[in-house]
């Protein structure tokens, strides 16, 4: 797939190489578990650097979001923390006990919030944890026996100091409000006209977050914001370097490597649950876009470093 580029300042395209090269400290060298939420509008040119950064990739959290009812929660209750963050940075619980320190990415000028930054795959104490859990999978059907091995390994409760983790998060969260700011820049003196469909873009990629674990397709999204499939296709291909089906697929794809890599689900429910109807397209598919099959992938990545 030939990859195009929107219309990107280059002091904006340093900038994302910047943050993605700070972001690779912080997960390799330092050993933390960084996301970053709700930043889809501005991250939307520079997709391909932030997949890897745009969801929590704790196996433990993997599992639990592997249900499209608990997905969604976790999408929607990412929304709310937006007036806890108005009072600076805290750790906190998710609805499934998993924890997490949230930092605010906020824009100085406004002094709002305009995006968070998590630090995750931590506990407090490990009976509240287990308790949410349990309570987590009793009521969408997930197997206990399967969770709890992956909160014993891969979940801890020793967190950081939260001077420390402020000091690292300090200059991401900069950074990240500086790419606003110049999107911002180039993007006040535009027409009405343009800032209702930078608007319409935020929630047309907020509601493919929601419903990324399912099957739709560009006629959805027309009927539910009362837009023509050109249309949309315009606004993909002009905001993101991406048509439509490319985004999405390149969204999916994402989520199917980290569930190959840190999960034990077949093949066939990876497909259907990052929302391919079809097991045999999405490893066709899959192929294409890897240069190699799913199983491959699989076996690659769960190889010990002597093997590989």
């Not at 340093?14 to 972001?23: F, P, Q, W």
């Not at 859990?133 to 891969?154: A, I």
């Not at 439509?244 to 190959?260: D, H, I, Q, S, T």
Request: charged residues 20%; aromatic residues 12%; neutral net charge.
């Amino acid at each position: 797939m030939e990859k195009r580029s929107p219309a990107v300042p280059e002091p904006m395209e340093m900038l994302a190489g910047h943050i993605t090269d700070y972001l690779h400290y912080l997960k390799h060298d330092c050993g933390l578990r960084v996301s970053i939420h709700e930043f889809q509008r501005i991250a939307a040119p520079f997709l391909a650097q932030f997949l890897p950064y745009r969801i929590h990739d704790n196996p433990c959290c993997l599992y639990l979001k592997s249900h499209p009812d608990i997905w969604t929660a976790c999408i929607r209750n990412q929304k709310r923390l937006s007036g806890y963050l108005e009072q600076g940075p805290f750790f906190g619980c998710c609805h499934c006990g998993i924890g997490e320190y949230v930092y605010p990415i906020r824009d100085t000028l406004s002094d709002t919030v305009i995006g968070f930054i998590s630090v995750s795959g931590y506990f407090l104490s490990e009976h509240h944890a287990l308790d949410r859990l349990t309570h987590t999978c009793q009521t969408y059907g997930l197997s206990l026996d399967t969770v709890r091995p992956l909160f014993e390994q891969h979940l801890s409760d020793s967190i950081p100091d939260a001077h420390k983790l402020d000091t690292l998060l300090f200059p991401l969260a900069f950074m990240l409000e500086q790419l606003y700011r110049q999107e911002c820049l180039g993007f006040s003196n535009t027409t009405g006209r343009l800032k209702k469909q930078n608007q319409l873009l935020g929630r047309i990629l907020l509601f493919i977050e929601e419903n990324l674990n399912r099957s739709f397709t560009i006629e959805e999204l027309c009927s539910a914001f009362h837009c023509s499939r050109s249309y949309i296709s315009h606004l993909f291909c002009s905001s993101t370097g991406h048509s439509f089906p490319e985004y999405l697929n390149l969204l999916r794809m994402e989520e199917a490597r980290k569930l190959l890599a840190q999960t034990d689900f077949p093949i066939t429910e990876i497909a259907l649950k990052t929302g391919f109807s079809s097991s045999s397209y999405f490893s066709s598919l899959f192929r294409r876009m890897n240069g190699m099959s799913p199983s491959t992938y699989r076996n690659l990545r769960t190889l010990s470093p002597k093997e590989k």
